[in-house]
């Protein structure tokens, strides 16, 4: 379910999670919000923090108080720490700030129904005579590209265990490109990623990133072999080390 009184913005998300094959349901308040839900429990509720009726927070801790486990992913205009850390100790389970990349909400949502369905799943009972093994590691829901790591929930990258430090632009266009690695992204594309459609935007926008990006992953920035540039389309992201291995086969 997207709580979002912003139609424009409501209509965005819906068209992005149905794209991804999600029954999308949306409501324009936080009063519909809370009877949607108790009506109807969705898998994960998509929750605007500024709307009429009742605001996101109020929402969020009247679930809790109800004891309703339902993934909770905020949206909101609002970005001081202050703001995040109400929300996440209210019982939010992520939270993202305007302007976002709508496909790095989908990849969150994606993660946030993973981690549900694993919470939720009763553990296999063990055999006759089996003994206990060890318990398995949750599932990293991170995307990799050889020894780049870019995680959408954290909001973390990392390349061969060394953390990277990327702005929230960089780190669109980063988790963009990581979730289809060798796709070559046209900078309209990446634009879109950034903000949305918004087209009065510069082109030249997406290069400084890319040019900042590749001084922060790329052990040589002006002789790059991850962040790759394909003349007159845009730019992909590879595996360095798969050209390594077709080079020598």
Known sequence: MVAEDDAKQAELVRRYLEHEGHAV??????????????????????????????Y??????????????????????????DDLLLGLDLGADD???????????????????RRNRRTA?????????????PARA??????????????????EVSVGGAPVVCTPGEFRILAAMAAEPDRVFTRQRLLAELHGFDKYISGRTVDVHVMHL???????????????????????????AKGARRASS
């Open 25 to 54: 349901t949306v409501v324009e308040d936080g009063r519909a919000a809370l009877e949607e839900v108790r009506h109807r429990e969705p898998d994960l509720l998509v929750l605007d923090v500024m709307m009429p009726r009742a």
């Open 214 to 240: 590749r001084k922060k992953i790329e052990r040589a920035p002006r002789r790059p072999v991850r962040l790759l540039t394909v003349f007159g389309v845009g730019y992909k992201l590879t595996d360095p």
């Open 121 to 133: 799943a009763p553990s296999p009972a063990a055999g006759p005579g089996t003994a206990p093994g």
């Open 138 to 155: 949750e599932a990293d829901d991170a995307l990799t590209v050889g020894t780049l790591r870019v995680d959408p929930v954290r909001h």
């Open 56 to 81: 996101g927070l109020d929402v969020v801790r009247i679930l809790r108080a109800e004891d309703r486990e339902i993934p909770v992913l905020m949206l909101t205009a609002r970005s001081t720490e």
């Open 95 to 113: 939270y993202m700030t305007k302007p976002f990349s709508p496909r790095e909400l989908v990849a969150r949502v994606r993660t946030l129904l």
